[in-house]
């Protein structure tokens, strides 16, 4: 009985270490997906990854800095919703004439940026700042008509974003 029950219980934890190893790969692999698709939008829109500069500090296009500035904006209210998520895919396919995987990609981007400012606080001071260099602030109307239309999607503006439309302006200096 003794080896019946030790044989019971070494197949029982086998099972278990299985299961889990079949789930740490299966988050593996959906980690390396996410880590291609930014590796690729990063080779699709030029942005360099030098050891020297900060990821923000290479955007060179308003077009990257912008779609970088509305994830970041939405990602103020945990994630955004899927609507929201469309809308904004749409919003920057149509505004910049971008394809719909170019899109994606442009979003996937802008979330990989946000999470190098460490939040998407730090995120929209950082590449606003950026962008108000790259354009002196041209660019300023076309990301509130990305994000005015944006947000229509979703349930409106919260505190956090309304705040974030402030520090946005101030960095434009348009308060």
């Known amino acids: 009985m003794p080896i019946f029950l030790a044989t019971l219980g070494l ?4 099972a278990i270490w299985t299961l889990r190893a079949r789930y740490i790969a299966r988050d593996a692999e959906g980690l390396a997906e996410v880590t291609r698709g930014v590796r690729t939008a990063r080779q699709r829109f030029h942005v360099d990854r030098r050891s020297s500069r900060h990821p923000a500090e290479t955007i060179d ?3 990257i800095a912008i779609g ?20 904004l895919g ?16 442009l979003m ?23 962008l108000y260099r790259l354009d002196g602030g041209t660019s300023f109307s076309q990301l509130m008509a990305l994000i005015k239309e944006t947000s229509a999607a979703g349930s409106g503006l919260s505190q956090r974003q309304s705040r974030a ?8 200096r348009l308060a």
């Not at 400012?117 to 700042?129: D, F, L, S, V, W």
């Open 68 to 87: 970088a500035l509305a994830v970041a904006f939405f990602e103020l209210d945990d994630y955004p919703s899927r609507a929201q998520k469309a809308a």
């Open 61 to 63: 296009d308003p077009v």
């Open 90 to 105: 749409y919003g920057l396919a149509q505004e910049f004439s971008l394809s719909a995987r170019e899109a994606e990609d």
């Open 11 to 14: 197949l029982a934890v086998v």
């Open 165 to 172: 439309l402030d520090d946005l302006r101030g960095v434009f």
């Open 108 to 130: 996937s981007l802008g979330h990989w940026l946000t999470m190098a400012c460490k939040g998407p606080e730090a995120a929209i001071a950082r590449i606003g700042k950026r």
